[in-house]
């Protein structure tokens, strides 16, 4: 089975830009959640889609949007860039659904997007 | 609050001695609990898991984490360390219906030849 894919891996935007992140999670996984990585923070998590629908929202402001399509893709955009939101952003999926414990689902992860505003 | 500590920033050990890197958590309920690895410049790998059963979890390349209910610890273990196992070791815990797991800051493991 292919992993979880994510384009593109590296970008470099300066600040006032928007970006556009996207998401391929694994074949028959539903759920896609995002993730900031920075050496400062950690990781934090953004937000969850499952069946098209947002489930669950990090502490992240309003630039910060999402969206996932009929196929499970999903794509993070975060509009007027700032200096701080330099960071490896993670895409990770699972199965989730119906008959599954919430929380028992392991996550797996692409390989990120570095993005870098300057 | 969910919340996951791993206490050391970094963990140094020599290759093939024992290594353990430090997992300590608060939740409500009962925890379920992750290790995963990251590689440079890579995502995060899974390692294993504790969902109920056995305290002891076994999991990929030779590791294998200890649940301790009443210390609330699950540390990370392995026999004997190798240099090929030195990476960045993030500890996560979800409970009480969440789906989304709470992260530690991570550990970096070095091991030295």
């Known amino acids: 089975k292919a992993g979880v894919t994510q384009t593109p891996r590296y970008l470099i935007k300066t600040r006032g830009q928007q970006v556009t992140l996207s998401c391929s999670p694994i074949?028959?996984?539903?759920?896609v959640s995002w993730y900031q990585q920075t050496p400062g923070q950690g990781l934090q998590f953004l937000f969850e889609?499952?069946?098209?629908?947002?489930?669950n929202k990090g502490n992240f402001p309003g630039r910060f949007s999402g969206r996932q399509f009929s196929n499970s893709r999903s794509e993070m955009n975060v509009s007027t860039l700032e200096l701080g939101d330099s960071a490896l952003y993670l895409c990770a999926s699972s199965l989730r659904g119906s008959g599954r414990l919430p929380g028992t689902d392991t996550q797996y992860f692409g390989p990120g997007t570095r993005l870098t505003v300057l | 609050a969910q919340s996951v500590a791993q206490p050391e920033d970094q963990v140094n050990v020599a290759e093939g001695n024992p290594l353990t890197v430090k997992c300590t958590y608060s939740?409500?309920?009962?925890?379920?609990l992750f290790w995963y690895v990251q590689y440079p410049n890579r995502g995060l790998q899974f390692l294993l898991k504790y969902i109920t059963g056995d305290n002891l979890v076994k999991g990929s390349y030779g590791f294998e984490a200890e649940f301790n209910k009443s210390q609330t610890s699950f540390h990370l273990k392995k026999p004997s360390a190798l240099v090929s196992d030195s990476a960045l070791y993030f500890c996560a815990a979800t409970a009480g219906g969440s789906y989304i797991p709470t992260f530690g800051r991570g550990t970096s493991l070095i091991v030295h030849p």
């Open positions: 889609y499952f069946s098209e629908t947002q489930r």
């Open positions: 074949s028959g996984h539903r759920s």
């Open positions: 939740v409500s309920g009962n925890p379920y």
